[in-house]
């Protein structure tokens, strides 16, 4: 989960920064370790954050 974690942090970097595939790629990696650990709400957070509008 700590790897998701990261992932999550670096994709709400690189949005911030305005690169946005790299953001996206890092939101559905982190999307999917959360899910593999369970963490639905935090898998659900990935998954609003990779749709919502730039």
């Given at each position: 989960?700590?790897?998701a974690m990261a992932?999550?942090?670096r994709g709400e970097l690189a949005?911030?920064?305005g690169r946005l595939d790299a953001a996206?790629?890092?939101y559905v990696e982190a999307?999917?370790?959360y899910a593999a650990a369970g963490n639905e709400y935090?898998?659900?957070r990935c998954l609003a954050a990779?749709?919502?509008p730039a």
């Open positions: 989960m700590w790897l992932r999550q942090s949005a911030a920064q996206l790629d890092d999307q999917a370790g935090e898998a659900a990779a749709a919502a």
